[in-house]
């Protein structure tokens, strides 16, 4: 039963990030991401990482699945949009993905990632544990963090700010 | 006590290679994307589902090898990611702004 399901959520994943990076619209690219977003949750899960499996759904399928989605409505972008690589372009593209599949697989199927534990802690993947590893020993990188999120905000705002020298050229060409 | 045997079978029957081999695929199709496609938006989407196959291993090694750190670090991958890609969206609404597209071959200038 558990095996099933592992296999049908990567097979769901695997299909829906193949069909992702094919399809010509962006906008379906997103949802096809969701789905992909969605069964790697499923997969936290199963691997007793609830916390993980909350904040993956609610960080990625809520907040930037959401973020592209507005940008793509923002731009005005939901029709297909025909910039095609060349057809030798992209052989190479999914030649070297493929290598790269086949070199990784190949390197790591003889390795010994050691035997399955004999006691597996049940609580390694809910909140009161991992909230006791995030302030005790991960205390100042989890701080650093909130000063990172600080500083991607203020740069945003930079980026997207209208030139204030442009506005008043654009005001005189009017005037 | 009846539910941690349950959990035991579970990790027995799907073996850690199985994750590892699962995340190199996942891993490989978003490299491919980026390789593939000219669309900047496109490019993000591959790019998450990369940090994406990177966390499902770390959250899987975490797990088999009883250590919650490796979940505290997928934790700080989504931080990063989460910045990573709202700093990404808004350097391509500023792009778009400048020269239409969002074609990443527009800013080939970048090369001289």
Redesign the interface.
Same mark, same amino acid.
Do not use: W
């Given at each position: 039963m558990?095996?099933v399901l592992?296999y049908s959520l990567?097979a769901i994943?695997?299909i829906s990030?193949?069909l992702?990076?094919?399809h010509k619209n962006?906008m379906y690219?997103?949802l096809y991401?969701l789905i992909?977003?969605f069964s790697?949750a499923g997969?936290?899960v199963?691997?007793?990482?609830q916390?993980?499996a909350v904040?993956?759904v609610i960080?990625?399928a809520g907040?930037?699945m959401v973020?592209?989605l507005y940008?793509?409505m923002?731009?005005n972008?939901s029709t297909p949009?025909t910039?095609?690589?060349s057809k030798l372009v992209?052989g190479?593209?999914?030649f070297?993905?493929?290598l790269?599949?086949f070199v990784?697989?190949t390197a790591?199927w003889s390795t010994d990632?050691?035997s399955?534990?004999a006691?597996?802690?049940?609580n390694?993947?809910l909140a009161s544990?991992?909230g006791k590893?995030?302030f005790k020993?991960?205390l100042i990188?989890f701080e650093v963090?909130s000063v990172?999120?600080l500083s991607?905000?203020v740069?945003?705002v930079i980026?997207?700010k209208k030139d204030v020298k442009d506005e008043i050229d654009i005001k005189n060409n009017h005037g | 006590m009846n539910?941690?045997a349950g959990?035991?079978?579970?990790?027995?029957?799907?073996?850690?290679?199985?994750?590892?081999?699962?995340c &190199?695929?996942?891993?490989? &199709?978003?490299?491919?994307?980026v390789?593939?496609?000219?669309?900047l &938006?496109?490019v993000?989407?591959?790019i998450?589902?990369m940090l994406?196959s990177v966390?499902?291993l770390a959250?899987?090694f975490?797990?088999?090898?009883?250590?919650?750190?490796g979940?505290?670090f997928?934790?700080?991958v989504?931080?990063?990611?989460?910045?990573e890609?709202?700093?990404g969206?808004?350097?391509?609404?500023?792009i778009?702004r400048n020269v239409r597209?969002?074609?990443i071959?527009a800013l080939n200038q970048l090369k001289w």
């Open positions: 558990t095996e592992f990567a994943s695997i990030s193949i992702m990076i094919f962006a690219s997103v991401l992909c977003f790697v997969l936290f199963m691997l007793n990482a916390f993980l904040v993956h960080v990625y907040a930037i973020l592209f940008v793509i923002f731009l972008m949009i910039i095609r690589k992209m190479i593209a999914v070297t993905g493929l790269l599949c990784l697989t790591l990632f050691g399955n534990p006691i597996v802690d049940q390694i993947g544990t991992l590893v995030l020993e991960f990188p963090s990172l999120f991607a905000m740069g945003i980026f997207n | 539910n941690m959990l035991q079978d579970q990790l027995r029957l799907v073996p850690l290679e199985h994750y590892v081999f699962l &190199i695929v996942l891993f490989c &199709i978003g490299m491919t994307g390789l593939l496609r000219r669309n &938006i496109n993000f989407l591959s998450e589902l994406n966390n499902l959250v899987a975490s797990v088999y090898h009883n250590d919650p750190n979940q505290a997928v934790f700080f989504m931080v990063v990611a989460a910045a890609v709202a700093v969206l808004a350097m391509l609404v500023m778009y597209t969002v074609d071959n």
